[in-house]
């Protein structure tokens, strides 16, 4: 069974960084494509960053340039610079045996966290 586990969620003011952790564990042998994904207040899951096990990143379009995921083995993390209030939301860290898709949420079937909340105040 492996065990998804994020970490760094706060409140901080909007032009603010953050950042967020995630440890996933259970089989040390086996290198996981990652993702972070989040759930704005009333709206659906969305895809943020993902990166694959060459450590290439790919990003949603709405945090391209203000976002970076970076992973050290199976710990990956998400480094938020210059955040707005439209950056709340619950922010969700998935792995998977196989490759992800910022786009498509539906494409991960593998294990998800619980979930760190970010919230941006203006």
């Known amino acids: 069974q492996v065990q998804v586990v994020e970490s760094g969620g706060d409140s901080v003011q909007a032009g603010r960084s953050l950042t967020l952790s995630c440890a996933a564990s259970?089989?040390?042998?086996?290198?996981?494509?990652g993702g972070w994904f989040r759930q704005p207040p009333g709206k659906k899951r969305e895809g943020v960053a993902i990166?694959?096990?060459?450590?290439n990143p790919t990003y949603a379009w709405s945090v391209k340039g203000r976002f970076t995921i970076s992973r050290a083995q199976n710990n990956f993390y998400l480094h938020m610079n210059n955040v707005t209030s439209d950056d709340t939301a619950m922010y969700y860290c998935?792995?998977?045996?196989?490759?992800?898709?910022?786009?498509?949420?539906?494409?991960?079937?593998?294990?998800w966290g619980q979930g760190t909340q970010v919230t941006v105040s203006s």
């Open positions: 990166i694959d096990v060459a450590g």
């Open positions: 998935a792995v998977d045996t196989r490759p992800l898709s910022v786009h498509v949420v539906s494409t991960v079937l593998g294990y």
């Open positions: 259970g089989h040390a042998d086996m290198t996981y494509f």
